[in-house]
């Protein structure tokens, strides 16, 4: 059974158009939640972590929120240079990782 | 800013081989995690050291086994090496464990593994 399911796969935006990455997940206790942004071939850069319902993290044209059953990364006016894999993974009360699939993020100029 | 160190980059070793892994932890850092990239794969997490005692363990197999030394530095020793153990190994480390939204997990660049 999956733990983490992050969606879509892969979204193509033009420079400037905001859009979101959902990651869902069913572990039965949360014990944290993280989102990472992987370039090709290195290794991946941590962003945020959200511990409850309801919190919300910015960072520059990020933005995490969580809820009890998911976690969105919204993405304002995005540049290329945000072209990326973003990875969410969820830390549960046995303390076991587990990372979603990711989003592939290309951001056309 | 000093970030993670890994060595070797890359490592190429025959099957029934046996491989160490080597992370340096942020200075000050107290707690390192592995965990194993497959290609095309999502990362999974290994395993994690939190004061040089194991803190967490997730799919790491029985043939490899690891340890946080007292300068805090972690090996990852791998043995009866298989083909399917080729993959990107990446350690990451922080301060304390991750249970505050303060905490922030750093990355090294990653072994490269090839099981030939």
């Known amino acids: 059974e999956d733990q983490v399911t992050q969606s879509p796969e892969a979204l193509r935006l033009q420079e400037g158009e905001s859009s979101s990455l959902n990651c869902s997940y069913t572990v039965s206790g949360l014990r944290g939640l993280f989102w990472y942004r992987q370039d090709p071939g290195k290794g991946p850069e941590f962003l945020f972590t959200?511990?409850?319902a309801g919190e919300e993290k910015e960072k520059e044209r990020l933005k995490a929120t969580l809820t009890k059953k998911e976690s969105f990364l919204h993405i304002t006016a995005p540049k290329p240079e945000d072209s990326a894999t973003y990875l969410c993974?969820?830390?549960?009360?046995?303390?076991?990782?587990?990372f979603g699939t990711g989003t592939s993020l290309t951001v056309i100029p | 800013a000093a970030g993670v160190i890994q060595s070797p980059r890359h490592l190429i070793k025959e099957k029934r081989e046996t491989a160490t892994l080597k992370c340096y932890p942020i200075p000050r850092h107290d707690t390192v995690y592995w965990y194993q990239q497959g290609p095309g794969q999502d990362p999974q997490f290994l395993i994690s050291f939190y004061e040089k005692m194991q803190s967490d363990k997730g799919s790491i197999p029985d043939r490899f086994s690891a340890q946080q030394f007292s300068d805090y530095h972690s090996e990852l020793n791998m043995s009866s090496l298989e083909l399917g153990d080729s993959a990107l190994y990446f350690c990451?480390?922080?301060?304390?464990?991750?249970?505050?939204?303060?905490?922030?997990?750093?990355f090294g660049p990653g072994t490269r593994l090839t099981v030939l």
């Open positions: 993974a969820v830390q549960d009360t046995g303390n076991q990782f587990y």
């Open positions: 959200l511990y409850s």
């Open positions: 990451a480390s922080s301060l304390g464990l991750l249970d505050s939204s303060t905490d922030t997990q750093y």
